[in-house]
């Protein structure tokens, strides 16, 4: 089966870090990618790893341990925009993501 | 940019109707997708479609659903005989070519209101 966890929602204040971290058991893996989603809004990309490992883009860092079926996402210098959901998912074999169920992030001043 | 673009941006439809969503991938990608979220829900895959042909469909993507890549821009999701369980914000996704698990890249979606 399919299980993906991650926590429901987060507060932080602005300029602080957040880490929001996802847990995982599926079938197969072959990636496991973070989305940002402000409410009514598109799912956008913000990070990928397939291998183990932290992979870092700008503001935005993401951690893969797959032994453990863990992941995390990173968020530095926390700004007011970045108050969304933010959606941990699992590339299985073929072609779909497999979603969780997201993590609404709160940023307050 | 380049971005996947969806219309209608919202479509009200009587139960029972067809409706049918449209979506122009970016152009350069060859993986299409839809999936769906329902209100407060989490995002469901539909169904994937590569070189014509559905490669993956999930449970829901039953015989009320439907797929077509009409030319070579568009990709449509037609659902028949519409519920009011079918109410949802419909995404359609497109990646590039290549190996290894590239990113999928969604539209705005359409919200489906069905009465």
């Known amino acids: 089966g399919q299980n993906i966890d991650q926590p429901t929602e987060m507060t932080a204040t602005e300029g602080a870090i957040v880490q929001i971290n996802c847990t995982y058991q599926t079938s197969g893996f072959n990636g496991l990618f973070w989305y940002q989603q402000h409410a009514g809004e598109a799912p956008t990309f913000l990070s990928y790893n397939v291998l183990d490992g932290l992979e870092e883009k700008g503001r935005f860092s993401s951690f893969l341990s797959r032994s453990k079926g863990y992941s995390y996402l990173l968020l530095k210098e926390l700004q007011m925009k970045d108050s969304a959901s933010y959606l941990c998912a699992v590339k299985e074999y073929g072609n779909k993501l497999v979603f969780g169920a997201g993590t609404i992030l709160r940023v307050k001043s | 940019e380049p971005e996947v673009t969806q219309t209608p941006s919202h479509q009200v439809t009587q139960m029972g109707q067809e409706v049918i969503l449209r979506c122009v991938p970016i152009s350069n990608h060859l993986y299409f997708y839809w999936y769906r979220q329902i209100l407060g829900q989490k995002v469901e895959f539909l169904v994937s479609?590569?070189?014509?042909?559905?490669?993956?469909k999930s449970e829901i993507f039953d015989d009320q659903f439907s797929v077509e890549r009409p030319d070579g821009s568009n990709f449509t999701l037609k659902i028949r005989s519409t519920k009011l369980e079918d109410s949802a914000m419909y995404f359609c996704?497109?990646?590039?070519?290549?190996?290894?698990?590239?990113?999928?890249?969604f539209g705005d979606g359409t919200r489906l209101s069905i009465l």
């Open positions: 479609f590569y070189n014509n042909e559905i490669s993956e």
């Open positions: 996704a497109s990646r590039p070519p290549g190996t290894g698990p590239q990113p999928q890249h």
